[in-house]
Each structure stands twice: as structure tokens, then as C-alpha cells.
């Protein structure tokens, strides 16, 4: 079975950077696409970026040019490389998985083995 850990959160100030990682234990990510989500409090989860099996990159709006995603499936881990970031990028990251693709990964329709979160807080 496959599990998810998420690592790297932590306090930035505006315009900093932070690396986080998922790391997968049980099973090889190499068939999975891996996602990453957000949520502040009082809000929904949103999907961040999500990156497929064969590597291709998705990344919603607010991220995009900011936000890198990246898998080492040697390492059976995956990345998501965060610059320039906002106050409104404060919210617990969560990654989960996918057969494959990207599919819905918007909404985290159909995505599972979700990790416990990691806190990111940006202050102004």
C-alpha cells in the first residue's frame, strides 16, 4: 500500500522559498502521478500542481511561474520547489496520488494515500 509523507513546511517572509517534499513508502511512485494540494483555514482544498507518471507538469493559476514540481523516482520522492511566495500561499500542503495522470487533480477527485500536511506560513 502505498504512503505518503510531506516535509520541508515551515515560516517565510514574503518573497522567500521553500522546497517540500513527498516521500513514498510501501510502493514505487514510477505508475503514480503525484499531487500536490493546499488548504488555509476556513477554505476548500485546492489542487497546487500535480506531475504525471511520464513527468509532464500541471500547475493551477495562482502557482504558475512561482511553483515547480519535480519527481526523482530513484528517490520515490517528489518535489514541489516554492519562490517568490505570498502571504495567501499560507495553508497546510497535502500530496496524494494517482494511477498515471493528472485527472481531476484540480478538485483531488480521485486521488488517494493522502499524507498528513505540512504547515507553510508566509508573513508580510
Known amino acids: 500500500q502505498l504512503q505518503l509523507v510531506e516535509s520541508g513546511g515551515g515560516l517565510v517572509q514574503r518573497g522567500g522559498s521553500l522546497r517540500l517534499s513527498c516521500a513514498a513508502s510501501?510502493?514505487?511512485?514510477?505508475?503514480?502521478?503525484i499531487a500536490w494540494f493546499r488548504q488555509a483555514p476556513g477554505t476548500d482544498r485546492t489542487g497546487v500542481s500535480c506531475?504525471?507518471?511520464?513527468?509532464?507538469?500541471l500547475y493551477a493559476d495562482p502557482v504558475k511561474g512561482r511553483f515547480t514540481i519535480s519527481r526523482d523516482n530513484a528517490k520515490n520522492t517528489v518535489y514541489l520547489e516554492m519562490n517568490s511566495l505570498r502571504p495567501e500561499d499560507t495553508a497546510s500542503y497535502y500530496c496524494?496520488?494517482?494511477?498515471?495522470?493528472?485527472?481531476?487533480?484540480?478538485?483531488?477527485?480521485?486521488?488517494?494515500?493522502w499524507g498528513q500536511g505540512t504547515q507553510v506560513t508566509v508573513s508580510s
Open positions: 506531475i504525471t507518471s511520464g513527468g509532464t507538469t
Open positions: 496524494a496520488a494517482q494511477r498515471y495522470y493528472c485527472s481531476g487533480y484540480l478538485l483531488g477527485l480521485d486521488f488517494g494515500s
Open positions: 510501501g510502493l514505487g511512485l514510477d505508475d503514480y502521478a
